[in-house]
């Protein structure tokens, strides 16, 4: 259970939580451990649940394989369909050896919604991930459309 605190108290999921708000979260962790190029999800499967990366890093990866993103250790993994309960939208590919906690959805979620000022608590720790990405990938367009558009450009 020393693994899994300590996971947590590393990770945003639990930042503004005292150790006896954490402790119940933690008793829903399990640990899972994935190999090189294993798949943690996959786009479209109907799943919420939430990992903390212990150790290692995952890809995460559009249906054709363009790297959207990587989540390495202390970083949030699912937090979207664990927010709003629809699809996965990414594959999310081990690179290397991963050691990850898993939070099963269901009981976590049942543990937030009893304990509503945990569940405050964590929920706004997940917009703020959730914002900050939206703000990275708002960069990563912004970007995008500033490259040169005209197809001839460098044929001549």
């Not at 949030?76 to 309960?85: C, H, K, N, Q």
């Not at 304990?115 to 912004?142: C, E, K």
Request: hydrophobic letters at 50%.
């Amino acid at each position: 259970m020393t693994e899994i605190i300590d996971a947590l108290n590393s990770s945003l999921l639990v930042y503004g939580l005292t150790p006896e708000q954490i402790e119940p979260i933690a008793a829903l962790g399990k640990k899972a451990n994935f190999v090189a190029g294993e798949h943690i999800s996959l786009i479209g499967a109907h799943e919420a649940d939430l990992f903390v990366i212990v150790e290692g890093h995952v890809n995460l990866l559009t249906h054709d394989s363009d790297k959207l993103g990587e989540v390495g250790p202390a970083g949030i993994l699912g937090e979207v369909s664990f927010v709003d309960a629809g699809p996965r939208h990414a594959h999310a590919v081990a690179q290397g050896f991963v050691t990850a906690i898993k939070f099963p959805a269901r009981e976590l979620r049942a543990h937030l919604s009893r304990d509503r000022n945990v569940g405050f608590i964590v929920l706004a720790n997940l917009s703020r991930l959730l914002a900050a990405r939206l703000r990275n990938a708002d960069g990563r367009l912004d970007a995008l459309m500033d490259l040169e558009h005209d197809v001839w450009h460098h044929a001549l």
